[in-house]
């Protein structure tokens, strides 16, 4: 069935199930990263990711035989693989080894901010009230999260700016993404967005391969997931509800992520989370109801029909003559 056969309402749907796809898997990502970041060094965890999403990628690409992507959205396919699948990857890891998880986790969820901004000054986007208060519910969300998982250790220069730029190149990719997606299908624009990340990554070929020798088997096991489902899987149902959805409601719908980082680290790692984390947690996930709810319409009732025009009666004394 295409596109155009759905109705709107199924489409949006859909668009909805795909993201939801998305933030879980990318907030599962939270936890294998704390395995395999203590074995890997931040570009060769990277590299080994991005490599093991692009087999898996390349695999489905080759199966589906989708042909290669139109010339038009190669510009959006190389932005974004360079941005997002490549220098977000390397410095969010690099990062996260100078801060505390709490502190970049408050940085970095300035992204979805950013989205918004870059999506109504370059794509024509509305930020509609409701957008734009729901995205600040979800970040003072996010800041109560980061503020209640901030250990007692100083942020460096380094670790702030390192996530900061992480924030930056999330928020392009994802921007430059979006009218790719426009001539090319969620699979072209992954799979070669991924592609690009990966040969941006190839100078930490040494380094990993370094770190795989030494590395343990649950910490390889952890980068190879982290290939396979948040990235091969996750971002190829993110491009299908990006491509079905603006920019800015998308990037609001990654606020769910703490909120479900709180959740998998409570079950997972048995790490019981106290009240502000909680209540942090609620108001991401309300923020994000918010920004994706609509405003009620209000019952239209139908004006009453115009009255013919009369005509202007003549004087009795013209109209004789």
């Not at 801060?99 to 970049?104: K, W």
């Not at 918004?116 to 996010?142: C, Q």
């Not at 790490?271 to 994706?292: F, I, K, N, Q, Y």
Request: net charge positive.
């Amino acid at each position: 069935m295409t596109n155009s056969s759905r109705s709107p309402r199924g489409s949006e749907g859909l668009a909805l199930a795909a993201a939801a796809v998305s933030v879980v898997l990318w907030a599962s990502a939270f936890v294998s990263i704390r395995s395999a970041g203590a074995a890997y060094a931040p570009g060769a965890l990277a590299l080994g990711r991005l490599a093991a999403g692009t087999v898996v990628l390349g695999v489905l690409f080759a199966v589906r035989r989708e042909g290669l992507p139109p010339r038009g959205a190669w510009p959006g396919i190389a932005a974004s693989g360079l941005l997002w699948f490549g220098v977000y990857m390397v410095v969010l890891n690099w990062g996260e080894r100078e801060v505390d998880a709490g502190t970049a986790a408050m940085i970095v969820n300035i992204g979805p901010i950013l989205i918004a901004l870059l999506g109504a000054r370059f794509l024509g986007e509305r930020l509609p009230p409701r957008l734009a208060a729901g995205m600040g519910v979800s970040f003072a969300g996010a800041v109560a999260v980061g503020l209640s998982m901030s250990g007692d250790g100083g942020a460096s220069v380094l670790g702030v700016v390192l996530c900061l730029l992480a924030a930056m190149t999330y928020a392009g990719g994802v921007v430059a993404q979006k009218p790719a997606l426009g001539r090319a299908s969620a699979l072209q624009v992954t799979f070669f967005g991924c592609l690009v990340g990966t040969v941006a990554c190839l100078p930490f070929a040494g380094r990993l391969v370094s770190d795989a020798a030494d590395a343990p088997v649950g910490a390889t096991l952890n980068m190879v997931y982290l290939g396979v489902f948040p990235t091969a899987l996750a971002f190829t149902t993110w491009a299908y509800a990006l491509a079905r959805t603006t920019a800015g409601k998308m990037g609001a719908t990654t606020y769910v992520v703490p909120a479900l980082v709180v959740l998998m680290s409570w079950a997972v790692l048995d790490e019981v989370p106290d009240w502000l984390t909680l209540a942090g947690g609620a108001l991401c996930l309300a923020g994000v109801a918010v920004s994706r709810s609509r405003p009620r319409r209000s019952a239209e009732v139908p004006a009453p029909p115009a009255a013919a025009p009369v005509p202007a009666q003549q004087p009795e004394a013209e109209a004789r003559h």
